[in-house]
C-alpha cells in the first residue's frame, strides 16, 4: 500500500523531530560536562583564595603571591571560556527546540489532514455501501411487489 503525501510528509516530520531531539539530549549532556568543569574551576579558584590568604597571614614572599594571582586569573579565564560556551550551548538548543516545534506542528497538520482525508474516504465507502443496500432492497421489494400482484 502506498503512502498518501500527507503520510509521507507527517513521516519527514517525525524524522525532524526526532532528529531535533536527538540533537537536544547530545546538547543536554554537553551542557551537564560543562557545568561540572565550571563547578571545578569555581572549587579551584575557592581554594585558590584560601591558599593565598594563608599566604599572606605566613608572610610569604612576593613571588608566592604573585604566581597565586596568576593562576587565579587563568582559572577565570578559564571559567570566562566555560561560560562563553555554555551560551553557545543555550543559544543551539533554543534554535533546536524552535526546529523541534516547527517539526511537530508540521507533523501534527499532515496528521489531521490524514484523518480528514481518511474520514472523507470512509464516508464516501458508507455512502456508497448504504447506497447499494438501498438498491438491493429496492429491487427486493419492487419483485416481491410485482410478484404478488
Known amino acids: 500500500m502506498s503512502l498518501s503525501p500527507h503520510q509521507v510528509l507527517a513521516r519527514l516530520a517525525d524524522n525532524e523531530r526526532t532528529k531535533a531531539q536527538e540533537a537536544l539530549a547530545s546538547l543536554g549532556r554537553q551542557r551537564q560536562v560543562l557545568q561540572q568543569r565550571r563547578g ?21 614572599e612576593a613571588s608566592m603571591l604573585l604566581m597565586m594571582e596568576v593562576a587565579k586569573r587563568e582559572q577565570q579565564l578559564y571559567l570566562l ?13 533554543a ?4 526546529d523541534w516545534v516547527a517539526a511537530n ?30 438498491d438491493i432492497f429496492a429491487a427486493k421489494y419492487a419483485g416481491e411487489g410485482s410478484a404478488h400482484e
Open 40 to 60: 571545578e574551576v569555581e572549587v579551584a579558584m575557592q581554594q585558590l583564595l584560601v591558599q593565598r590568604d594563608a599566604t599572606l597571614k605566613a608572610g610569604t
Open 81 to 93: 571560556q566555560i561560560e562563553s560556551e555554555m551560551n553557545e550551548l543555550y543559544e543551539s538548543e
Open 95 to 98: 534554535a533546536l527546540i524552535r
Open 105 to 134: 506542528q508540521k507533523h501534527d497538520s499532515h496528521d489531521k489532514m490524514q484523518q480528514t482525508l481518511d474520514k472523507k474516504v470512509l464516508k464516501a465507502k458508507d455512502v456508497h455501501s448504504q447506497k447499494q443496500m438501498d
